[in-house]
């Protein structure tokens, strides 16, 4: 039997199919098993034949992982909010400002400026680390959460490159007209710029959040004391007991992941659109 | 007085040049002040601290090229962690290239539900940090992991994974592969720019699939991917997140990627010069690596523009 060629392209098509929903499958099986174990009796996560839906449903395995380390994991997360907070907010701030400079003036030494920053993107962050942990404990700031979160308040090379591409993009009568209606360069940037930008500022906003939410190094270099620790360290500290509690861990795994599926589930057709831009336009 | 008006908007738009110069600096500043005193300072301390002795407890102690004689002739855990991650990252990254190019190609093809299947691929990238290392950590369980549950409903006998020297490795390539959607939502970007009058072009010419990806979609791409191959090979060789949480270098340093080791030298036994001499060697592989790969770059990629000679 041959074939017509819109029954084969209707073959493709279904094949095609086939190989992204078992992919799709295969990404989100972890992740639904890593919720299941988190729901099951921890006496039978270790079962064999395994059980695929928790039965009974242990909802106190949460309320035990919550509790398990002292202080609670309530401290953790109200720590890493906070700390990824302050780096969102200080990236979007200082990046966008920059990235103004950058699209929108005219100023001496502007593009040789610009060559640096993205020749920085490209320096290695691991040949750094050192002396950053020696300055910063050198300004008394091993221990506090400062070194997490106050380097994204100076524009970050990626973030203003991504910004300055964008804002290249918004046409340049709009400044003019505003200019001559006596407009100053911070209203534009303010009233014209930014609200035009809200793509690849969202991108900023969701990178810079979600690095510093999963950001395991920076903490486990500079926190000791345990009022201050991250959810990252607080994760640890479960897995490291020899019996480890999996029913406790994985619950607290899978809240730890809640707030960034969520903001990326809301924000998620700016966020790739910000993503796309960049991995294109560079 | 026509001549006067001229003079004075001469003045005048002189006056606003040099607003705007001053402004424009003003506004950079953060990004200037952050280069020097977070990027460039840091360098040139790391570059001096490599010649050092200090354990941050007493002072410094010059120790000329001690550190580096170390690396190179003494301390055969960095010859074994190059090694490891090496190995990591060849694996990783081709395999990841392949995955992700594929599902992107899948993606592109006008499939319904688009936006459904590139979130649930993108999901993992998102979600990169100890819980998920932790979450594979359980998955490689040998005796009540995901995987090897699984591999026994089809009757075969799963290896230790993560506790076996030769498995070790191989099992964290396979959990990197989880992660290809980072650069899949880059490459269905850009293979949506792919303009379609060329496929339309070769399917007239009767090339089959294999041959419009080998000689239209590929090349149109490759800009896209020497990009991602450039970030592939700086992110892979920085590993960390997952050895610390999933086998803290073991068994026996079959996984003790060059991070790890960087980092219990730094900060479990303050060895701060030496950390700092690892860190350079680190610098200049990579370096070399991305040299290597844009030289050749001129033989793979293909850039639309040299074509039509803009």
């Known amino acids: 039997m041959k074939l017509g060629k819109h029954d084969q392209e209707r073959l493709s098509a279904g094949f095609s199919y086939a190989l992204l929903i078992v992919g799709a499958t295969i990404v989100l099986f972890p992740l639904l098993w890593m919720v299941s174990t988190a729901l099951k009796d921890p006496g039978l996560v270790f079962r064999y034949p395994p059980q695929w839906f928790p039965d009974p449903i242990m909802w106190s395995n949460f309320k035990r992982g919550w509790f398990l380390l002292a202080p609670t994991f309530g401290s953790f997360f109200l720590n890493t909010a906070k700390i990824a907070g302050l780096a969102g907010i200080g990236a979007v701030l200082s990046a966008s400002i920059v990235a103004y400079s950058f699209a929108r003036l005219r100023w001496t030494g502007r593009d040789f400026i610009f060559l640096l920053v993205l020749g920085s993107m490209m320096l290695p962050s691991q040949v750094t680390l050192v002396p950053h942990f020696v300055i910063y404990r050198w300004l008394g700031w091993y221990d506090t959460h400062f070194p997490l979160w106050v380097p994204y308040w100076f524009a970050g090379s990626f973030f203003v490159f991504l910004l300055r591409q964008y804002m290249m993009t918004i046409p340049h009568e709009l400044d003019d007209a505003a200019l001559i209606d006596g407009c100053s360069h911070f209203s534009i940037f303010w009233r014209i710029v930014l609200p035009l930008s809200k793509a690849p500022i969202a991108t900023v906003a969701i990178f810079s959040i979600q690095w510093t939410w999963n950001d395991f190094f920076a903490p486990l270099i500079y926190l000791s004391d345990q009022y201050k620790w991250t959810v990252a360290l607080g994760l640890r500290a479960l897995q490291s007991s020899i019996m480890v509690d999996w029913t406790a861990l994985m619950s607290m795994a899978s809240l730890s992941l809640i707030p960034v599926m969520l903001i990326f589930v809301f924000a998620q057709r700016l966020f790739i659109q910000g993503i796309v831009f960049t991995g294109i336009k560079g | ?267 479990e036994y303050f060895r701060m010069g030496y950390a700092c001499a690892l860190a350079w060697l680190l610098f200049f592989i990579i370096m070399g690596l991305t040299l290597l790969v844009l030289r050749s770059s001129s033989a793979w990629v293909y850039y639309e523009s040299e074509l039509r000679g803009r």
């Open chain 2, 1 to 267: 007085m026509a001549h006067v008006l001229t003079l004075r908007s001469v003045a005048h738009k002189s006056s606003i040049r040099r607003q705007e110069n001053l402004l424009g600096w003003l506004m950079a500043s953060p990004w200037i002040i952050g280069f020097s005193i977070i990027m460039v300072g840091p360098m040139v301390f790391s570059f001096g601290l490599s010649f050092m002795d200090w354990n941050l407890l007493r002072a410094p102690v010059y120790a000329g090229f001690a550190n580096y004689r170390k690396m190179f002739f003494e301390d055969e855990l960095v010859f074994q962690s190059l090694k490891v991650t090496l190995y990591y990252a060849l694996g990783s990254l081709p395999l990841g290239l392949i995955g992700s190019l594929a599902v992107a190609m899948l993606l592109n093809a006008k499939i319904k539900g688009l936006a459904l299947f590139r979130s649930i691929y993108y999901l993992p990238a998102v979600l990169s940090g100890v819980a998920t290392a932790q979450l594979w950590r359980f998955v490689f369980s040998p005796e009540f992991g995901l995987l090897n549950t699984v591999l026994q409903l089809f009757g075969i006998e799963g290896p230790n994974w993560l506790m076996s020297t030769t498995w070790v490795i191989p099992s964290l390539i396979l959990m990197s592969l989880w992660h290809v959607g980072g650069s899949m939502v880059i490459y269905l970007a850009a293979l949506q720019g792919v303009p379609t009058d060329l496929y339309e072009a070769g399917t007239i010419d009767g090339t089959g699939w294999w041959s419009r990806i080998r000689y239209i979609t590929l090349p149109m791409i490759s800009p896209v991917i020497l990009f991602q191959v450039i970030m592939g090979i700086i992110g892979n060789l920085q590993a960390f997140v997952t050895v610390a949480i999933m086998t803290n270098g073991g068994p026996a340093n079959a996984s003790l990627f060059y991070m790890l080791h960087l980092y219990r030298q730094g900060f």
